[in-house]
């Protein structure tokens, strides 16, 4: 199996940083796309970033220019530093991997960490 473990939500007033880190360990040979999504209360898990192994990103439009996703690959570790918060970033931030387990398979199979807290007070 592979676990998510997740670190450095917290509480943070509009305009700071905070920055999350997501550790992945267990069965894993090899760390395909690593992401990071948000849910708020009510709404529906949205993506926040990815990045590829090669270290492509991709980012939402909401957060372009204030968040940013770098990756370890030999820690097998994702992170998100994220500037200029707003009231409106407040969500439970879930870290995702995909994951070859051996070095035989050709099947990705899709990890989601327990989420952390993060809230933007205005």
């Known amino acids: 199996q592979v676990q998510l473990v997740e670190s450095g939500g917290g509480l943070v007033r509009a305009g700071g940083s905070l920055r999350l880190s997501c550790a992945a360990s267990?069965?894993?040979?090899?760390?395909?796309?690593m992401g990071w999504y948000r849910q708020a209360p009510g709404k529906q898990r949205e993506l926040v970033a990815t990045?590829?192994?090669?270290?492509?990103?991709n980012y939402a439009d909401s957060v372009k220019g204030r968040f940013t996703i770098s990756r370890d690959n030999a820690k097998n570790t994702v992170y998100l530093q994220m500037n200029s918060l707003k009231p409106e970033d407040t969500a439970v931030y879930y870290c995702?991997?995909?994951?070859?387990?051996?070095?035989?398979?050709?099947?990705?199979?899709?990890?989601w960490g327990q989420g952390t807290q993060v809230t933007v007070s205005s």
């Open positions: 990045i590829t192994s090669g270290g492509s990103t």
């Open positions: 267990g069965s894993i040979f090899r760390i395909n796309n």
């Open positions: 995702n991997a995909e994951v070859f387990r051996t070095v035989t398979s050709t099947i990705l199979y899709s990890y």
